[in-house]
């Protein structure tokens, strides 16, 4: 059995799959001020009356690193950059304490200009004096060389609690990225660790001695284990748990947009031939662009609980979420309360529900009836219009899919799959105001979590060889070994599988579920005068997002087979 658990804005939905389907399908209230309750609640219903022996594997998804960083609840943190001549690190500058050193690296990975370790001490004295813990530490081209940043580790090591260096977060070579991406996983490192540990204990108490993982924003998982070191990865995991949880209903050979419709927020993405766009250069949030990779998404503030109000006596939908809809307890009208109206909707209070969008009703000099069917129909064109943008924003560039760039393709979906709480609902009203053929996939509740459930373990090793200085390595997996002139284009790639084979174990991941590619693959030769000197051989690989291969199964059978979906 396998436990999948998703953390939304609104609902926390936890279900409990076995080889034949989905067995129990929960969603828990999100408490945004106690999200680790939230979660271990979820858990302990998924839990009750089940033999701890039979579940095998628990993967979770969250919001709660994006949120912090979104909300601006993160704590100061050092950062530490040097990139010599050439270029002014202050450019990049991320947070107050950012403090550009020198020493440098050119970009064979030769040193042009060592680290001055008083410089680095005084450092790690004003740090240590402002109460500053956490601290990232970057050089330009340390993915070529990371000898200076672990210099600089060394050094500040008992100065503060955690350092994160740029060439362990990310091997690719873009120094404004890389300073963000790792500025950011020290941000977010206290959260995600207090989040590790609350899970951890709680399902330590309640025997669970399982294999842990967490959704990534590129819809793959890692072990929850190693996520300590690279809590950046689960950022914007939630949107990647409604893609994976609709890959399996997609058809083939087609493009199709896929909507998550929250209470909070809607989640849009697109999948071509079941292979989901792919943003490639990394996430952009909360102002800085990183190295993160992640699927293609576009979240908006409109969702079944957002605000409904007027101005001028024109609607106003969102992008604010007060509270639930007034049908389930909440104090202001939102487009669920509309939905109840329009469908007459028994199971909640319908009178409240009524009563939300009578007010709106006297607002805008229509019946109760035809405002519902405004605020419905609003809800509805203002996603449309959000999903076609995004088309068009995607059409704009070159498009990527996770496994390869599509030259020259555009994009031009025919198809929506919706998921959500509301899903068959919108779907069939979607498609009556639209060119869309859309439609609820199975599941649609707890569609996310399911995606989470079934994500593969997925990441990616980079390579380099210089075979005029008779070096092999992969700083981000701590490698390196000497070689001759002699070294090949295909030894580089056979040495790249191996490493990624090793770490994709060591995160987590099955050996059945080991689909490797290669994404990069190039060699130039190196010339001095009118002489070769050697070779510059590139290799990046990746094991392919996708779903686990001995669940495949649970996608066709979604309809519970035991206790059902109910809500806590």
Wanted: proline residues 5%; glycine residues 8%; negative net charge.
């Amino acid at each position: 059995m396998i436990i999948g658990l998703d953390v939304g804005g609104t609902h926390t939905d936890v279900v409990l799959l076995d080889k034949q389907g989905l067995i129990r399908g929960i969603k828990v209230h999100t408490d945004a001020s106690d999200l680790f309750s939230t979660v271990l609640l979820g858990l302990e219903k998924i839990t009750q009356n089940v033999d701890p022996d039979l579940i095998k594997r628990v993967v979770l998804s969250t919001t709660l690193t994006t949120n912090s960083i979104v909300q601006g609840k993160t704590p100061e943190v050092g950062m530490i950059v040097s990139s010599g001549p050439g270029i002014d690190p202050d450019l990049y500058k991320t947070n107050p304490h950012y403090f550009t050193v020198s020493g440098s690296i050119d970009h064979q990975g030769r040193t042009i200009e060592p680290i001055d370790h008083n410089e680095i001490r005084e450092i790690g004295k004003q740090l240590k004096a402002d109460g500053i813990k956490l601290a990232g530490v970057v050089g330009k081209f340390s993915a070529r060389n990371p000898s200076h940043e672990m210099e600089i580790n060394q050094i500040l090591a008992d100065d503060l609690d955690h350092i994160f260096l740029g060439h362990r977060v990310s091997g690719n070579l873009n120094f404004p990225r890389r300073i963000a991406t790792t500025f950011l996983n020290a941000s977010v490192y206290p959260t995600h660790k207090n989040f590790f540990q609350a899970v951890k204990q709680s399902l330590d108490k309640k025997g669970l001695k399982v294999p842990i993982h967490i959704l990534k924003a590129d819809g793959g998982t890692m072990s929850f284990a190693s996520s300590i070191d690279f809590p950046g990865q689960t950022i914007l995991s939630g949107p990647a748990a409604s893609v994976m949880g609709a890959i399996a209903f997609a058809p083939p050979d087609e493009d199709v947009i896929v909507m998550d419709i929250g209470g909070t927020t809607t989640d849009i993405a697109v999948l071509i031939n079941q292979a989901p766009l792919l943003d490639p250069l990394g996430i952009e949030l909360g102002g800085y662009k990183t190295l993160i990779r992640s699927l293609k998404t576009r979240s908006i503030a409109i969702g079944g609980d957002s605000r409904v109000q007027t101005s001028n006596g024109d609607l106003k939908i969102g992008p604010e979420r007060l509270d639930f809809a007034m049908a389930y307890g909440g104090k202001s009208p939102t487009p669920t309360d509309a939905l109840v109206v329009i469908e007459n909707i028994q199971n909640c209070d319908m009178n409240r529900a009524r009563a939300g969008i009578e007010s709106i009703a006297m607002e805008t000099g229509t019946s109760i009836e035809e405002t519902a069917l405004n605020i419905f129909d609003q809800t509805c064109q203002n996603i449309l219009s959000e999903a076609r943008n995004m088309i068009t924003e995607v059409n704009s560039k070159p498009v990527y899919t996770v496994h390869e760039l599509q030259e020259g393709y555009r994009v031009n979906p025919k198809k929506i799959l919706v998921l959500g709480g509301p899903a068959p609902y919108f779907a069939r009203y979607l498609e009556k105001i639209s060119e869309f053929d859309v439609r609820a996939i199975p599941g649609w509740k707890v569609a996310n979590a399911i995606g989470a459930a079934l994500a593969r373990t997925t990441c990616e090793v980079t390579l380099f060889a210089d075979t005029s200085r008779g070096i092999l390595m992969a700083p981000e997996e701590k490698f390196e070994e000497s070689i001759t002139k002699e070294f090949l284009r295909e030894d580089a790639v056979n040495k790249a599988y191996d490493l990624l084979k090793q770490k994709a174990i060591e995160k987590g991941a099955s050996t059945e579920d080991l689909e490797m590619e290669l994404l990069e693959d190039l060699q130039f030769n190196m010339v001095r005068g009118f002489s070769t000197i050697g070779k510059n051989i590139r290799i990046k690989a990746q094991v392919k997002p996708g779903l686990i291969h001995r669940y495949e199964s649970v996608a066709q059978n979604m309809s519970p087979h035991s206790s059902g979906s109910d809500e806590g």
